[in-house]
């Protein structure tokens, strides 16, 4: 088991390498994007070969040991991977919201090495049009609409593609009413949920309040965005779901459905919360804002409470 163990860490430290040549390439390379992220490129056979090395841990203490990336922002792939393959799923089907060109999301993989079928939401409609003549759409059986998300059309949205049923996966990151969105869905049942969750707001149950045409930008507070950990665990305890973690960065949260839970351990939201260990901007001079300065940078705003259903001010955090 040594022996194992200390293989995958030595391809663990290939892969980096590999991702970070890969994205050098990319960058000066930026007019050439469909053929980079093709269908065959050095990042997804190294990821199908980390899935299938990731595939020897049959139990994990925290989801962080199985993450690698190919797609996802940051180790969400490695984590998918290892679910779909450890948890008892039946259709092969996702959606994913707020996915801008699909470049860079939590499905894609799923795509291209495990050949699921997806649909994909986006806003934008540039954005839309680009993943409609993508490769990607060629190649596999991914849907695509562009449409601004809302808690009155959600459901007619996924419907109007045939993926009114049971789902392999859904995730969710649109910045903003992510819990609205989720808490709206009545017509599928995912087996795996991943929401995004703001880390600023800390172990508070709050959620910015429902705002149909919201979108997060810098006038609105760079860290005023989205919903807490601690709500979106509540919400999912309501709708039968339990949490198992979140991705080392602190930004994506995992619910797995109850009567497909397995031996997984369900957390808290306390004993699962992690700190974002990312920064959405910095200072002028370029150093990042600490803590305690992203925190202040929320007082006097307005949250919804979701355990006593009202809206109040942030006060000092």
Request: proline share 1%; glycine share 6%; with cysteine.
């Amino acid at each position: 088991m040594n022996v194992v163990i200390k293989k995958i860490d030595q391809f663990k430290s290939l892969f980096k390498k590999v991702n970070f040549i890969y994205d050098a390439i990319l960058k000066k390379n930026r007019e050439h994007e469909n053929d980079l992220y093709g269908y065959k490129n050095v990042k997804v056979n190294l990821g199908h070969i980390q899935s299938h090395l990731n595939l020897q841990k049959t139990k994990i203490s925290k989801l962080s040991e199985v993450e690698f990336q190919v797609f996802s922002q940051f180790g969400d792939d490695g984590i998918i991977q290892w679910l779909i393959n450890y948890l008892d799923i039946e259709n092969k089907t996702f959606v994913e919201f707020g996915v801008e060109k699909y470049i860079e999301s939590n499905t894609r993989f799923l795509l291209f090495n495990d050949k699921w079928d997806g649909l994909v939401i986006d806003g934008d409609e540039n954005n839309v049009n680009y993943i409609k003549n993508d490769a990607v759409s060629y190649f596999f059986n991914l849907h695509s609409i562009n449409s601004f998300i809302t808690k009155d059309n959600i459901n007619e949205l996924i419907k109007s593609r045939n993926f009114d049923k049971e789902l392999g996966l859904l995730s969710i990151d649109i910045d903003g009413n992510d819990y609205w969105i989720w808490n709206a869905l009545e017509n599928i049942n995912p087996v795996i949920v991943i929401s995004e969750y703001n880390a600023e707001f800390g172990l508070n149950p709050w959620t910015i309040p429902y705002k149909e045409d919201f979108v997060w930008d810098k006038s609105n507070g760079m860290h005023y965005w989205g919903t807490s950990l601690c709500s979106l665990c509540d919400l999912a305890e309501q709708k039968g779901y339990s949490f198992i973690g979140c991705n080392s960065q602190g930004n994506n949260a995992y619910f797995i459905r109850n009567d497909k839970m397995k031996d997984l351990k369900k957390l808290s939201c306390e004993e699962g919360f992690l700190k974002a260990k990312f920064s959405l901007n910095r200072k002028p001079n370029g150093e990042q804002y600490s803590e305690i300065e992203k925190r202040n940078s929320l007082v006097g705003k307005t949250v919804y409470n979701t355990r006593t259903n009202k809206t109040e001010l942030i006060n000092a955090l």
